[in-house]
């Protein structure tokens, strides 16, 4: 074989080279890049040592524009704690839209299934008159956030407690009233099964501007182990919220929501706690026992606050009778039934408020 011959196989067998080379280099580069592409991009696979662990996102109605990073780089500020969690007012930069992010502590949640299928049905819950749940992220050592709408005016528990003359507006008591018994409405009768709240009380009653209440906090007790929903109980019952009957949340009902309920109209009513931190020795420390012992002392005036009574003397619809402030009384006091069988369901409850207001 001459010189030239074998230089042009060297450089044939050294191009053929190069080329099977390249080709390897380029299936490499495919292969990894659609292996990156099936990981979802608001789920990145975070190493830790030798373990790899994964964080997600899941976004719903009203929280597309939520990412990772815009939650977990949000400046916080600490608005409420419990056993279960923390909840914080987050200012996300990206989208400059204030949130409330409720973080609920790893050893606090139910198991794996349950959480999933929690997380997915109170996402898929809207209502004009419910806190909808627009995010959820699950961090890589097992933290779980929920993202809420944030609103400013704060809870009903404020409103009633910081002696806004407002809270004595007979207008601002119904709309009020009627607004969380709508929202009640179709987490018992709306869906295809009934969700029950478990925890309502006027701390978890927020308003906005114009009063419009949006109940929180639903089905919360679904996402927590045993233990923890038994916690929120207890704390359920020391702030005077809890049905008489209800031992274990597992066994919460409708009838026991409606029992909240009923405290919650009556301390809109009154202006009153739920529980009386101070009683006088003549006075019950429940707030239903209390107004129970009004009514048989005749002591009618202690039912209601007196400005309500002439809080729509400067409205358009004029003033409100005692009469229909006495009819609200009524079903309030029903709702708090120490029997669950002689409370209203909370359609009845609507139906009586909807004339009261006619």
Request: hydrophobic residues 40%; proline residues 6%; aromatic residues 8%.
């Amino acid at each position: 074989m001459d010189s030239n011959s074998l230089l042009k196989l060297i450089l044939g067998l050294t191009s053929a080279t190069i080329f099977i080379s390249l080709m390897v280099v380029i299936f490499l580069y495919f292969k990894n890049r659609a292996r990156n592409d099936s990981i979802d991009v608001e789920s990145p696979e975070l190493k830790h040592g030798d373990e790899k662990e994964m964080e997600d996102l899941l976004t719903f109605q009203g929280g597309q524009d939520l990412t990772i990073s815009d939650i977990l780089d949000a400046p916080g500020e600490v608005i409420g704690k419990s056993n279960y969690g923390t909840l914080y007012k987050a200012l996300l930069h990206r989208s400059n839209c204030v949130r409330l992010l409720r973080f609920l502590r790893p050893v606090c949640i139910a198991r794996a299934k349950d959480f999933e299928e929690a997380i997915q049905l109170l996402g898929s819950i809207r209502h004009p008159n419910l806190v909808p749940l627009v995010g959820f992220y699950a961090g890589p050592r097992g933290e779980k956030l929920l993202v809420h709408p944030f609103f400013r005016r704060g809870s009903m528990a404020q409103f009633i407690r910081d002696g806004n003359a407002d809270s004595h507006k007979w207008t601002i008591i119904y709309r009020i009233s009627l607004g969380i018994a709508k929202g009640l409405d179709h987490l018992h009768t709306g869906l295809q099964k009934p969700v029950i709240h478990g925890n309502l009380k006027s701390k978890n009653i927020l308003l906005d501007r114009n009063y419009q209440p949006y109940i929180s906090d639903f089905g919360l007790h679904l996402l927590l182990n045993p233990t923890a929903g038994q916690e929120m109980l207890e704390a359920s019952a020391a702030d005077g919220y809890k049905a008489p009957e209800l031992i274990k949340m597992k066994d919460a009902s409708e009838l026991t929501d409606i029992y909240s309920l009923g405290i919650i109209l009556l301390e809109l009513l009154s202006g009153k706690e739920p529980i009386s931190e101070n009683p006088t020795p003549n006075d019950d420390f429940h707030l239903p026992n209390f107004m129970r012992n009004a009514v048989l002392d005749r002591r009618i005036t202690d039912l209601y606050h007196p400005d309500i009574l002439l809080s729509n003397h400067n409205d358009n619809e004029g003033p409100v009778t005692e009469e229909c402030v006495l009819k609200f009384f009524q079903l309030a006091m029903a709702c708090c039934s120490p029997s669950p069988s002689l409370r209203p369901t909370i359609r009845q409850v609507l139906w009586k408020l909807e004339e009261i207001g006619r």
